[in-house]
């Protein structure tokens, strides 16, 4: 539910400009790993946060029912697949979401061959399951190591 009740214009995501919430899953965990760990770095870059190990991160398991709008068909110069500017990803969200759509499949630009969705409800994402809790280190300019907190592995972070 985080994603629908923390929402902020000073939160905007790829397909919103902050004014509703939507909840971005990764098809698979390397992709959710991929993506998490940019946005937590472009976080931990803005607020000049020193290195170290930071924040621990839970991955949730859950299945999605949803009619998606489909943006694999867009070519991967499309700017709604733009690396860092959203504007045009987030007025197709907008314009998505007032007609009722449930929401996106998009591929990940965060890691290639992957997949994300993002629900504009939350009620299309059901039985969700918490698995591995993870800790990302943060080097200063990168998130460059994790570590699954249950097992104490450590993995370098080489994409």
């Known amino acids: 539910m985080a994603p629908f009740t923390h929402v902020s214009r000073d939160r905007p995501t790829r397909f919103s400009d902050g004014l509703y919430g939507v909840l971005y899953v990764g098809r698979e965990f390397e992709t959710a790993l991929f993506e998490t760990m940019y946005h937590h770095a472009r976080f931990m870059a803005d607020t ?53 759509a449930d929401g996106v499949v998009y591929p990940s630009v965060r890691n290639h061959g992957g997949e994300c969705v993002g629900l504009f409800y939350p009620d299309l994402a059901s039985a969700p399951v918490q698995a591995r809790h993870l800790d990302y280190h943060w080097d200063g300019a990168r998130v460059d190591y994790y570590r699954v907190a249950g097992t104490g592995d450590v993995f370098a972070v080489t994409a």
């Not at 991955?59 to 499309?78: F, G, K, N, S, Y």
Request: proline share 8%.
């Open 48 to 100: 000049n946060q020193d290195p170290g190990w930071t924040s621990r991160f839970r991955e949730l398991v859950t299945d999605v029912t949803a009619t998606l709008h489909d943006c694999r068909v867009l070519p991967a110069t499309d700017p709604v697949l733009s690396p860092d500017d959203y504007a045009a990803a987030q007025a197709l969200g907008s314009r998505l979401r007032a007609a009722g």
